[in-house]
């Protein structure tokens, strides 16, 4: 009882009437000190009204602290997915004899966000309700749920108790996953297709046979088996597939130039979804693939195969996030080249700027020894939006000064490609599609 005395808040009816009733003993006060009018009438309805509310605040206040406390249950998804609306339902059950009023709200995580709680609601005796809300994850990781907190009206309004229902849950926030379940029901072709990359070639040209099947207009005839054409006494083609069983390495800059805003998410964010996008495709085509993170914590993740290989690398890079610390490409590279021995397309994802070249120069020709490696770098929205317009006279120099920057980020761009280097530099939003349509290029060709 004493704990629940403890959790009255007084309600907006018991405020005012007790303003009402101060307002009056003013009054009363300056009647009696600027008149000579007998105030003792009023003196004594004052007394009797401030006992009468006494007693009636008292016997609500014991009424509601009397009430069983509502029992209270959330109910979360199996996980979420970075800026994908998910639900969240609260059961509230009344296990007393009589209805309530009250309020809830939840102790959702700061990497939540929702604008539909408080709720208000009635609950009958014995009877349950469902409080469902939106929620919005806007940082990944791990979040964490705290209690529910209820606020159960009085019966006569004046009073509210307040408590705390324990309710810890943790679910894990992923990158945003919904693209990737979109692609689970299509098959390889389509997958590209709903991706928005481009094959550069027509179905049956990869490098490994594949199958015998019967000519198909547009078949080229180098693609005819001549052998099986005269056995059958029709035309037969031979079918080839891209090649599999190769291994795909990321590198990602977890560094503190990933932190840069473009949008609603930062330029690791749309690095991380162009590289789960680009790994599903891969898995799908039967290669592995593997990460490594470098700056801050180094995370590494050893080559995953098959189309279950995107559930480990969700789970492995979730809770990374970009940290504060500068990257140090020449001892990642180093990193990589102990841990990977065979042959493998490196991959890596960073924001490039014009004075990393040295350093870059130093792990593309450390990495090239054995690897090949492509460089997946991300432009800057602002500076094609920036370049695009004319320039006053006031923004002449700005002006001159982001040419500048992307003539010096194009040369260390060309530079790379001179030694082999292939490069993809796209915009954060049109990341996903360039690295894919690039990958798809070199499974084609035969390069891996």
């Given at each position: 009882?004493?704990?629940?005395?403890?959790?009255?808040?007084?309600?907006?009816?018991?405020?005012?009437?007790?303003?009402?009733?101060l307002?009056?003993a003013?009054?009363?006060?300056?009647?009696?000190?600027?008149?000579?009018?007998?105030?003792s009438?009023?003196?004594?309805l004052?007394?009797?009204?401030?006992?009468?509310?006494?007693?009636?605040?008292?016997?609500?206040?014991?009424?509601?602290?009397?009430?069983?406390?509502?029992?209270?249950?959330r109910?979360?998804?199996?996980?979420l997915?970075?800026?994908?609306?998910?639900?969240?339902?609260?059961?509230?059950?009344?296990?007393?004899?009589?209805?309530?009023?009250?309020?809830?709200?939840?102790?959702?995580?700061?990497?939540?966000?929702?604008e539909?709680?408080?709720?208000?609601?009635?609950?009958?005796?014995?009877?349950?309700?469902?409080?469902?809300?939106?929620?919005?994850?806007?940082?990944?990781?791990?979040?964490?749920?705290?209690?529910?907190?209820?606020?159960?009206?009085?019966?006569?309004?004046?009073?509210?108790?307040?408590?705390?229902?324990?309710?810890?849950?943790?679910?894990?926030?992923?990158?945003?996953?919904?693209?990737l379940?979109?692609?689970?029901?299509?098959?390889?072709?389509?997958?590209?297709?709903?991706?928005?990359?481009?094959?550069?070639?027509?179905?049956?040209?990869?490098?490994?046979?594949?199958?015998?099947?019967?000519?198909?207009?547009?078949?080229?005839?180098?693609?005819?088996?001549?052998?099986?054409?005269?056995?059958?006494?029709?035309?037969?083609?031979?079918?080839?597939?891209?090649?599999?069983?190769?291994?795909?390495?990321?590198?990602?800059?977890?560094?503190?130039?990933?932190?840069?805003m473009?949008?609603?998410?930062?330029?690791?964010?749309?690095?991380?979804?162009?590289l789960?996008?680009?790994?599903?495709?891969?898995?799908?085509?039967?290669d592995?693939?593997?990460?490594?993170?470098?700056?801050?914590?180094?995370?590494?993740v050893?080559p995953?195969?098959?189309?279950?290989?995107?559930?480990a690398?969700?789970?492995?890079?979730?809770d990374?996030?970009?940290?504060?610390?500068?990257?140090?490409?020449?001892?990642?590279?180093?990193?990589?080249?102990q841990?990977?021995?065979?042959?493998?397309?490196?991959?890596?994802?960073?924001?490039?700027?014009?004075?990393?070249?040295?350093?870059?120069?130093?792990?593309?020709?450390?990495l090239a020894?054995?690897?090949?490696?492509?460089?997946?770098?991300?432009?800057?929205?602002?500076?094609?939006?920036?370049?695009?317009?004319?320039?006053?006279?006031?923004?002449?120099?700005?002006?001159?000064?982001?040419?500048?920057?992307?003539?010096?980020?194009?040369?260390?761009?060309?530079?790379?490609?001179r030694?082999?280097?292939?490069a993809v530099?796209?915009?954060?939003?049109?990341?996903?599609?360039?690295?894919?349509?690039?990958?798809?290029?070199?499974?084609?060709?035969?390069?891996?």
């Amino acid at each position: 009882m004493i704990r629940a005395l403890l959790g009255l808040i007084p309600d907006r009816i018991l405020l005012k009437s007790l303003l009402g009733l101060l307002g009056l003993a003013v009054l009363l006060l300056v009647v009696r000190v600027f008149t000579e009018l007998d105030t003792s009438p009023l003196r004594s309805l004052w007394w009797g009204l401030l006992s009468v509310g006494c007693v009636i605040s008292l016997i609500d206040a014991f009424w509601v602290c009397g009430l069983p406390e509502v029992l209270a249950q959330r109910r979360l998804p199996g996980n979420l997915a970075l800026g994908a609306p998910a639900s969240v339902k609260l059961k509230l059950d009344n296990p007393g004899r009589r209805a309530i009023r009250l309020d809830c709200t939840d102790h959702y995580p700061d990497a939540l966000s929702t604008e539909q709680l408080p709720a208000a609601l009635e609950l009958p005796a014995g009877a349950s309700r469902i409080v469902e809300y939106i929620a919005r994850p806007v940082r990944r990781g791990t979040a964490h749920f705290g209690a529910i907190d209820v606020r159960v009206q009085s019966p006569l309004g004046l009073w509210r108790r307040h408590y705390s229902i324990a309710a810890e849950q943790r679910v894990k926030v992923y990158p945003n996953f919904m693209a990737l379940a979109n692609l689970n029901f299509l098959d390889y072709e389509q997958r590209i297709a709903h991706v928005g990359a481009h094959l550069s070639q027509r179905r049956g040209s990869g490098q490994e046979f594949k199958q015998l099947r019967e000519y198909q207009r547009g078949d080229e005839i180098r693609q005819v088996d001549w052998k099986a054409t005269a056995r059958q006494q029709r035309l037969i083609s031979r079918e080839y597939q891209d090649e599999r069983d190769q291994e795909v390495l990321f590198m990602l800059d977890t560094g503190r130039r990933m932190r840069a805003m473009d949008g609603e998410a930062s330029h690791f964010d749309h690095s991380l979804n162009a590289l789960l996008l680009t790994s599903y495709i891969a898995l799908g085509a039967g290669d592995s693939v593997g990460v490594l993170g470098f700056a801050g914590s180094c995370r590494w993740v050893k080559p995953v195969k098959g189309r279950l290989g995107i559930n480990a690398l969700l789970n492995s890079l979730y809770d990374v996030h970009s940290s504060t610390e500068a990257s140090d490409i020449v001892q990642a590279a180093g990193t990589l080249m102990q841990r990977q021995q065979k042959r493998a397309l490196v991959v890596i994802v960073t924001n490039l700027r014009d004075d990393d070249s040295n350093d870059l120069q130093l792990a593309v020709k450390l990495l090239a020894r054995r690897h090949l490696v492509m460089l997946a770098c991300l432009r800057e929205s602002y500076l094609d939006r920036e370049l695009s317009t004319q320039a006053g006279r006031q923004e002449t120099l700005n002006y001159c000064a982001r040419a500048l920057y992307r003539e010096q980020r194009e040369q260390v761009i060309q530079w790379l490609q001179r030694q082999g280097v292939i490069a993809v530099d796209a915009p954060p939003q049109q990341l996903h599609v360039a690295l894919v349509e690039q990958y798809l290029l070199l499974k084609r060709s035969g390069k891996l």
